[in-house]
């Protein structure tokens, strides 16, 4: 018998997720909180849309509104919950799944920032492993309806990277990788810590800037200063990390050191970096935005606090300073209490 799967949180990535799995046949269940997204998934059907043919279909979801979700405790519990959430919404969600996991059952992190701490201290570490999407690129534009705006990694860039908190390689992220194998390139890694805060640096280069500027992540890369700044902002978070011991992998095929490099003044590291960074857009859809850009369209709270925060925070604790980080963060704060509008000027004092 197959493992039985939740997806707790269908947002752009839970609901893309969601639907390979259940195109593939897995016992899913879908649990969510806008009852429109619920109706049309269960209904009508799940729509995903990407850059090739195969990418597109329709698939009715087995979907449940949080309020019905008491209705499990009379079948089976879950062996695997995806926790796919916004980081903010994380604790909660984790303890309405908990009372439903099986005996031998866990959860994945399937989220921006890092937010497994947050659920160990919930079910216990035991429990938890993370999953990385890197560089998936979803957006759930209305109700039941998710496009993917970059091409599928392939061979090309592993997307989804599982691994355990203690860093071995278990029987369980091997399943997990296997299941996510059949959306796009996955595998197991013993650096979650580093991969986290590897995509963390990603996020801290492109979400605030799409947030603050209103752009797109194309026309911000586009641009030759916000495409500086999204180097910067890049460059303060990886040596943040290599200050806290992480071993950080290659950020958008860029060497962390690079990125230091490049924030520190040197401009032959800048040029390397801002090449990779416009190469980069050729793999985008023009309309392409980045979550928090998303977040700011629909009028939603960003996940700011948790991946520019997070930079800013890491950095205080060991005194040391990332004002680049500090004053987009200042920005989309202000930006999201409609202090000030969101647009390329919003930005301009902050560009070293």
Known sequence: MGKK????????????????LTREGHDLTVIDIWPEHVEVMRKTGLTLEGMTEPECFTIKINAIHVTELQQIAK??????????PKSYDTVWHTQMIAQYLATDGFCVSLQNSINEERIASIVGWDKVIGCIASTIAVDLDRPGHVNRNVALGGERHTIFRVGEPHGRVTSRIEEVADILRTIDSSKTTTNLWGERWSKLCVNAMRNPVAAATGQSGNTNDRDPITRRLSVNLAGEACKIGIAHGYDLENI??????????????????????????????????????????QDMLKGRRTEIDFISGLVVNKAQELSLDVPCNAGILEVVKKVERREIPASPEAISHIVP
């Open 75 to 84: 079948s089976n519990p879950f062996d695997i919950a995806f926790i796919c």
């Open 252 to 293: 958008y095929k860029m060497p962390p050191q690079q990125l230091i490099a490049a924030r520190e003044g040197d401009e032959k590291a800048m040029q390397a970096c801002c090449d990779v960074i416009l190469e980069n857009a050729n793999f985008r859809n023009d309309d392409q935005r980045p979550s928090m850009g």
């Open 5 to 20: 799967i939740a997806i707790v949180g269908a947002g752009a990535v839970g609901a893309h997720v969601a639907g390979y």
